[in-house]
């Protein structure tokens, strides 16, 4: 049987994911700066445009993507 609690935070659970994802969406350029607190290898990244976080990998990707993309407009 369905916990109606447990119900309710995995829907808010998903709702803050997918906020989060919007925003991230609609973010012009992310600007990440790591959160205080984060734990090495597990390290968290906000954007100061829009607030999106990420974790670690997507931060590291996000930054080799811009190296490439300053490289190819070169
Ligand atoms: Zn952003």
């Given at each position: 049987?369905?916990?109606?609690?447990?119900l309710a935070a995995g829907?808010?659970?998903?709702?803050?994911?997918?906020?989060?994802?919007?925003?991230?969406?609609?973010?012009?350029?992310?600007?990440?700066?790591?959160?205080?607190?984060?734990?090495?290898?597990?390290?968290?990244?906000?954007?100061?445009?829009?607030?999106?976080?990420?974790?670690?990998?997507?931060?590291?990707?996000?930054?080799?993507?811009?190296?490439?993309?300053?490289?190819?407009?070169?």
């Open positions: 049987m369905t916990d109606p609690a447990r829907r808010e659970l998903l709702a803050q994911v997918q906020a989060n994802a919007a925003r991230l969406r609609d973010c012009p350029r992310h600007t990440f700066e790591r959160l205080p607190g984060s734990q090495p290898l597990r390290h968290r990244y906000r954007c100061t445009n829009c607030e999106g976080e990420v974790d670690g990998h997507a931060h590291f990707w996000y930054e080799i993507g811009r190296e490439h993309g300053k490289k190819e407009a070169a």
